[in-house]
């Protein structure tokens, strides 16, 4: 589940009517903990004598002109999470690290970071099977905003202004994806738009915004 759902309420629900576990992004919905499980997660990783602190899991793919590595971190120990009796069912906290590096050129992109909590007892292994579902749709996205924004082109890389465009994009996308009269891609859609003012003007105020 996205970090929407990362709400004390749901995860009890999942836990303890459902039975289940979960598996649920960590963004900034809740900034204090999304803040303590990274300054906690960088901490342990950088310690050379905190290695038993977690299971490591590693995978390398090629493709699209780019070498990818993946890096996914399991953390049990809660001990120092305050909180932690107020997340039903809460057993470990995973973290992926992802990082891209052009074929071509030899340059690598920063390092994309996730991180989740999940109540799921399995080992690091089976986490990022998990994780990697979910992230796959991310990826999907990540396809339509290089196609559609050529957003891999951009040479942006103060953090605050990336943050920002990124955000946008994401914005632009989802709302061209909800015109679905034309049969246009994300791309053609853009370039009409800034044609027609008209056509620019349904997509901002398309009605199934405020339905």
């Not at 992004?25 to 905190?50: C, S, W």
């Not at 990697?132 to 990826?139: D, F, M, V, Y």
């Not at 990336?162 to 859609?189: D, F, P």
Request: proline residues 2%.
């Amino acid at each position: 589940m996205d970090a929407m759902g990362c709400q004390k309420e749901i995860v009890k629900k999942i836990v303890k009517e459902k039975k289940a576990d979960y598996l649920i992004g960590l963004k900034g919905n809740q900034g204090t903990m999304h803040r303590e499980f990274l300054d906690y997660a960088q901490a342990v990783i950088q310690d050379p004598l905190e290695k038993d602190q977690y299971e490591i899991y590693r995978t390398i793919e090629k493709g699209h002109g780019r070498i990818e590595e993946r890096r996914y971190y399991l953390f049990r120990n809660l001990d120092w999470f305050k909180d932690k009796q107020q997340w039903t069912g809460l057993s470990g906290l995973p973290m992926t690290e992802s990082r891209r590096t052009d074929s071509k050129s030899n340059t690598e992109t920063p390092a994309e970071i996730r991180l989740y909590i999940t109540s799921a007892k399995g080992d690091v292994k089976a986490i990022a099977q998990a994780s990697r579902s979910h992230w796959g749709i991310e990826n999907n996205l990540h396809w339509v905003l290089d196609v559609g924004f050529g957003e891999d082109q951009w040479l942006t890389r103060l953090d605050v202004e990336v943050a920002n465009l990124s955000q946008l994009r994401r914005l632009s996308t989802n709302l061209l994806k909800l015109e679905t009269e034309s049969k246009m891609s994300i791309q053609r859609k853009r370039y009409r738009c800034s044609l027609d003012r008209d056509y620019m003007e349904s997509i901002l105020f398309n009605p199934r915004l405020f339905s």
